[in-house]
């Protein structure tokens, strides 16, 4: 298999998901390097082999290879949803006209509950944990706030701007996966501490649009956050995974845990498909099992 052969469909597959999916750069990146890590498989084993003549059995032959490499399921099915979707494609635009995925089975892989935060540890966090002095203490603290009490994602928080923020009707406007927007309300004490930060945003920062910035002014980087919230979570949990999608899992968790509608939580957490909400009322049926087991004679 040539070059022009194995990246001509490749490109225009990825010009699809980036133009007509609007998928985000990271979802685009992971697409590409599967497709791209399959492709080299295949020109390695079937030189000079078209991507129109690949068979399923050629498939299962990469996974079972990466299977050997330890790789795991979540890692595989992922992989797999890649090339279903590429040929997907292909069928729509007419250059095939059977997907070799069709005899492709996903493993099945065994669902862990989202890891939260109990909700008095993260009342303790607010309440008596010391951040750090100045302007940079001050964002960590809002930072980890307006996770808390919206369950946005790490990449949603980042890029939001000042003009996402409506204080008067105390919503924020969050762009989602698929450049899909929502409206998160947050509480009158939030917006009013919010209002606040941007009041007294260092002179650095003047022209630049985000909600949250450094000392000097710039926006916020991903590691960055992802540093100091796993910092300030290591004070209050002993969880073994620290970072702002815990956050996230935290605010589903408290909202069903305190009698929330499972529609509502899915709307606010930007899910597609209930199925992804659904695995909070996991959470939700082990607190009644465990009030059960404390309150109950027989229990």
Request: glycine fraction near 6%.
């Amino acid at each position: 298999m040539n070059f022009q052969t194995r990246y001509t469909p490749l490109n225009a597959f990825l010009a699809y998901l980036q133009f007509e999916k609007r998928y985000s750069l990271h979802t685009i990146t992971a697409y590409s390097n599967d497709l791209i890590q399959f492709f080299d498989f295949v020109e390695t084993q079937y030189e000079g082999l078209g991507f129109d003549q690949i068979t399923g059995t050629m498939v299962r032959s990469w996974l079972a290879n990466m299977k050997e490499e330890e790789m795991t399921g979540k890692s595989l099915n992922r992989k797999i949803s890649s090339l279903k979707s590429f040929y997907k494609y292909q069928i729509q635009q007419g250059k095939i006209t059977k997907s070799p995925m069709e005899t492709v089975i996903s493993p099945k892989i065994s669902k862990r509950l989202p890891a939260f935060v109990a909700e008095n540890d993260m009342e303790q966090l607010f309440v008596n944990l010391s951040f750090a002095e100045g302007w940079k203490g001050y964002t960590e603290k809002m930072v980890i706030q307006l996770f808390y009490a919206t369950g946005m994602r790490l990449s949603e928080l980042i890029g939001c701007k000042e003009n996402q923020l409506d204080i008067s009707k105390r919503i924020i406007k969050v762009l989602g996966k698929g450049n899909k927007e929502r409206m998160l309300p947050i509480n009158p004490e939030l917006a009013n501490e919010l209002k606040k930060y941007i009041a007294q945003k260092p002179k650095e920062a003047l022209g630049n649009p985000s909600l949250f910035v450094t000392e000097k002014g710039k926006s916020l980087q991903p590691k960055a956050v992802y540093t100091f919230v796993k910092f300030y979570l290591s004070q209050v949990t002993t969880l073994q995974k620290k970072s702002p999608h815990v956050l996230r899992h935290s605010f589903a968790t408290h909202l069903m845990n305190n009698g929330a509608d499972l529609n509502a939580v899915k709307e606010l957490l930007g899910h597609s498909s209930l199925a992804a909400t659904q695995v909070y009322t996991h959470n939700t049926i082990e607190k009644l099992k465990e009030v059960f087991a404390k309150a109950h004679p027989k229990a």
